[in-house]
């Protein structure tokens, strides 16, 4: 991370003021830069090379999803995951611009940031879904910090049983073991097929 970004930063307790939620998008965009041109990103960019558009995206990860026990198994599971590693994100804010950042909001905006780019009502749901998902996870935290990440383990280890029971009802291994980008795809993807499944978004559907 950048220096003058981190120059106040400081662990504090976990009560982050509302007012991080407007200054989530800047930190998310100034720590996605910084990763990007430290090459952390561009690792990951380019497991995922070439991704030119959502329809592709969507595509490429529906390949290994294509049976419907996959795709339900995934709707609990990559939540449960998602919760589980918000959890202990959500233990720690640190102070940027003045204001008391939660960690799990900083995650959270980086990940809409990106949803948003590549489709803006998928982009919203989400921002929804995930801003929902950093408040259960924020809640969590009042059962202290060795019941929280205990809780997270479990969460965590269940959600990850479910995933590998969905590859094994399909025959296959997860797609992230071919291209760790898929981790980021999983949950647009799934709102995405939700959408479809609702009668939703015809010409995206059209388009994958």
Not at 24 to 33: E, G, N, T
Not at 158 to 173: S, T
Not at 178 to 193: D, G, H, K, R, S
Request: glycine residues 8%; charged residues 10%; aromatic residues 10%.
């Amino acid at each position: 991370m950048p220096a003058p970004i981190l120059a106040n930063a400081q662990k504090i307790a976990p009560n982050p003021s509302v007012n991080t939620f407007i200054v989530s998008p800047l930190v998310a965009w100034s720590l996605f830069r910084a990763a990007w041109h430290r090459g952390i990103l561009g690792a990951i960019a380019r497991e995922a090379d070439p991704v030119p558009n959502l329809p592709v995206l969507l595509a490429d990860y529906g390949v290994y999803h294509c049976d419907p026990r996959n795709r339900l198994t995934h709707y609990f599971g990559v939540p449960a995951i998602a919760y589980a590693v918000l959890i202990p994100a959500a233990l720690h804010t640190v102070t940027m611009f003045g204001f008391a950042v939660g960690i799990d909001r900083i995650i959270v905006a980086a990940f809409v940031l990106f949803y948003l780019s590549l489709d803006l009502r998928l982009g919203l749901a989400l921002a929804v879904l995930l801003g929902l998902l950093a408040w259960a996870a924020e809640a969590t935290t009042r059962l202290g910090v060795s019941g929280s990440i205990a809780l997270a383990g479990v969460i965590f280890f269940f959600g990850w049983v479910l995933q590998l029971l969905g590859h094994h009802l399909q025959g296959n291994r997860p797609a992230l073991l071919t291209n760790l980008f898929q981790i980021v795809v999983a949950p647009i993807y799934l709102t995405a097929e939700l959408g479809f499944a609702l009668g939703l978004r015809a010409s995206l559907r059209a388009e994958v």
